[in-house]
């Protein structure tokens, strides 16, 4: 299916900020939706943001609501999430994925919606 190749993890301290890229791979992100989850070792897989194709909407998680930013670039074929604040709970595995059909950000993200995803890029919050 659709590849991603995701980047820009690594170690930064509490208050820190990363930005993690999400670049396609044999394909053009213009018409796609693309939503980040994210999973840390004992918790639920989450979804934390969304960006749609059709007018740029977007969706945030609570609990980075304020924080974190999702943007996309088409010319650099290209989603971004600006992460801001860092906190130790933020710590995870982030990924980015494309839903299966056309899709609206609008509300919680459903893991099954997600049809291609990509390998990952550990996120580290600590002092």
């Known amino acids: 299916q659709l590849q991603f190749v995701e980047s820009g993890g690594g170690l930064v301290q509490p208050g820190g900020s990363l930005r993690l890229s999400c670049a396609a791979s044999g394909f053009t992100l213009d018409y796609y939706a693309i939503g980040w989850f994210r999973q840390a070792p004992g918790k639920e897989h989450e979804g934390v943001s969304c960006?749609?194709?059709?007018?740029?909407?977007?969706y945030y998680a609570d609990s980075v609501k304020g924080r974190f930013t999702i943007s996309r670039d088409n010319a650099k074929n290209t989603v971004y999430l600006q992460m801001n604040s860092l906190k130790p709970e933020d710590t995870a595995v982030y990924y980015c994925?494309?839903?299966?059909?056309?899709?609206?950000?609008?509300?919680?993200?459903?893991?099954?919606?997600?049809?291609?995803w990509g390998q990952g890029t550990q996120v580290t919050v600590s002092s």
């Open positions: 994925a494309a839903p299966r059909g056309w899709y609206y950000c609008s509300g919680s993200l459903v893991r099954a919606d997600f049809g291609s």
């Open positions: 960006i749609s194709s059709s007018d740029g909407s977007t």
